[in-house]
């Protein structure tokens, strides 16, 4: 071997390369922004997401809606498909979203604790209304960890 | 995964988070993408089938006696098949033995087939020239019947195969991919995908770019087979017509499982039409599958634009058979073309835009530099999948993985790591 000869020291970086790239797998905390409007006395998708490419884990919800007016009833929910029926979406038991409640004016609702997206499932976030939300709109953060 | 370096994003989307018509960015301050016919998707392969009982796709009973019928598809088959394997039935309209029109590789010589039979008198049988077709290998074929140009039959962009008849589709049957019918078990064992079919006389340009991956914009049915789950085939195109998987059909995916945004090649894009900072101190960033491969036509793959007097717009479009990126300041404009990719490459393309300077990434390496001067200030739009500013039909067939803007120009070394990054993350088949 020459003094010239790479070959061992290129066999090292990449062995280096590689230990880093292992040791620094890490999920990383990513945050999606969904907009839209609320449906008039019926049911709104505020969140779609699919993880297909991998799993997201302690998927968060938080929404802000415009301005609810008095007596506007909300109910959250959660869905998801899954492995053996992959297009139709469930409802999902999440001890913490809670039922049917008024909400104040330009109210944040924040609902953690929504849990995992296994990879190559896909989920939803809703909300049904009981009326008097025409017009109002609503701003979803969306925080997991892939 | 850690990002190499610290980045900041101006836009970030990626398509797993499409709601409805709407694709959803990263971070708060960010802009959606409204979609327009441009849907979820992934990176599937297509329909995989396996020579069994229930293994194809029904479209349904379509086009009965239909006057004009062309069907563009392409096939990769698990093995060789050459003269004495099994006939192997790749698309089929049949009433019964004696009334079909048929496309199938035939055991006698190898050849790919198309045979019409009406009343127990065969009006036709045409063949390919080729005998024999690789086992994980991609094909394409196009076949037609017509009352006025007759029959023709394009194997792999081959010289065209013709019969004069212009005898219509039989007057009844289901049209079945990958079998001779339902529960036929005598269909072919691989995938087809991109099933792309219209009523009309192709010109010799469009049979190329079907060749090509460039649908014509009057197709009635496109089945673009990357729905990835569940038992339909959509029909993209203006016919609507779904088509169900039989239980034994299943969807291919090869090293790559993502979300991807779908597009039909015909009229979807995605759009954002205010406040795109658009400047000459950005990097963008185009993450695909490509499902065209130097078509004759204009396609736009995405497009950043300011509009006002002069270019100031950003452009990664085929145009005359080439692939091309296109920056332009008020003044004066940069165009690098680059070697394009085939069907179904995965490619990342960073383009990065200086006061004077464009430069194209093409999976980490530089591959171009151009001129360029200065943009008008201004916010502007982007549309993904076709031209921003008046969507008309100049559209891509890509399935995209991620776009986005980031906040300064990349170095040559910045935009290599920030490749093998994307490499990494999206697990993608590309040597960098």
């Known amino acids: ?146 | 995964m850690k990002m190499p370096f610290p980045v900041t994003y101006r836009e970030l989307w990626v398509p797993g988070h499409i709601n409805g018509t709407q694709l959803a960015p990263f971070k708060a301050a960010a802009h959606p993408l409204t979609l327009t016919g441009a849907r979820l998707g992934t990176t599937a392969d297509g329909v995989k089938f396996i020579r069994g009982a229930n293994s194809e796709i029904s479209l349904g009973v379509i086009h009965n006696s239909q006057a004009q019928l062309w069907i563009s598809l392409r096939f990769k088959l698990n093995q060789t098949f050459a003269a004495a394997s099994a006939t192997a039935y790749l698309w089929t309209k049949r009433v019964d033995a004696d009334n079909r029109l048929e496309l199938y590789l035939d055991t006698a010589d190898g050849m790919i087939t198309l045979q019409h039979r009406e009343a127990a008198v065969t009006l036709f049988t045409i063949k390919s020239v080729a005998a024999s077709w690789t086992g994980g290998t991609w094909y394409h074929v196009l076949f037609s019947i017509s009352n006025t140009a007759g029959a023709r039959l394009i194997a792999n962009n081959a010289a065209a195969v013709t019969n004069a008849d212009l005898t219509a589709a039989p007057a009844g049957g289901a049209i079945i991919v990958g079998d001779q019918a339902v529960a036929g078990a005598v269909g072919i064992s691989g995938i087809i995908t991109d099933i792309i079919m219209g009523t009309d006389n192709l010109t010799a340009t469009e049979e190329d770019d079907l060749y090509r991956g460039d649908p014509p914009n009057d197709a009635v049915h496109v089945y673009t087979c990357d729905e990835g789950r569940g038992t339909t085939a959509n029909d993209r195109g203006s016919g609507a017509n779904n088509g169900t998987l039989g239980s034994a059909a299943s969807w291919a995916f090869g090293q790559v499982r993502q979300s991807v945004l779908s597009l039909d090649g015909i009229n979807d894009y995605a759009r954002q039409t205010a406040n795109i900072q658009i400047d000459n101190n950005m990097t963008l960033v185009y993450v695909a599958k490509w499902k065209c491969s130097n078509p004759s036509g204009l396609m736009r793959h995405a497009y950043w634009r300011i509009g006002g007097t002069g270019f100031n717009r950003i452009i990664i479009s085929h145009s005359g058979g080439s692939l091309s990126v296109l920056v332009g300041g008020a003044a004066v404009s940069g165009s690098s073309s680059l070697s394009a990719p085939t069907i179904d490459d995965y490619s990342i393309l960073l383009v990065t835009t200086s006061p004077t300077l464009e430069s194209t990434y093409l999976n980490g390496t530089l591959v171009s530099s151009a001129a360029i001067d200065r943009m008008l200030p201004n916010l502007g739009e982007l549309a993904i999948g076709d031209q921003a500013n008046a969507p008309n039909g100049e559209a891509s067939f890509n399935k995209v993985l991620m776009a986005a803007d980031i906040e300064g120009v990349f170095t040559a070394k910045q935009a290599l790591s920030y490749s093998r990054w994307l490499r990494d993350i999206f697990n993608l088949p590309i040597s960098i």
């Open chain 1, 1 to 146: 071997m020459s003094i010239n000869d790479t070959r061992l020291l290129e066999e090292l970086t990449r062995d280096l390369a590689a230990v880093d790239q292992a040791v620094n797998v890490q999920p990383e905390l990513k945050q999606v922004v969904f907009t839209g409007n609320l449906s008039n006395a019926g049911t709104a998708t505020l969140v779609a997401l699919d993880a297909l490419g991998g799993t997201m884990r302690n998927v968060k919800v938080k929404v802000w809606v415009s301005g609810a007016t008095a007596g506007l009833g909300i109910t959250p929910s959660w869905f998801m498909t899954s492995n053996t029926n992959p297009v139709t979406f469930v409802q999902q038991t999440v001890p913490n979203l809670g039922a049917q409640h008024a909400l104040a004016a330009a109210a944040i609702e924040e609902y953690a604790n929504l849990g995992d997206i296994p990879e190559g499932l896909q989920a939803e976030f809703r909300m049904a209304s009981n009326g008097n939300d025409s017009g109002l709109t609503y701003e979803a953060y969306v925080t997991y960890e892939q």
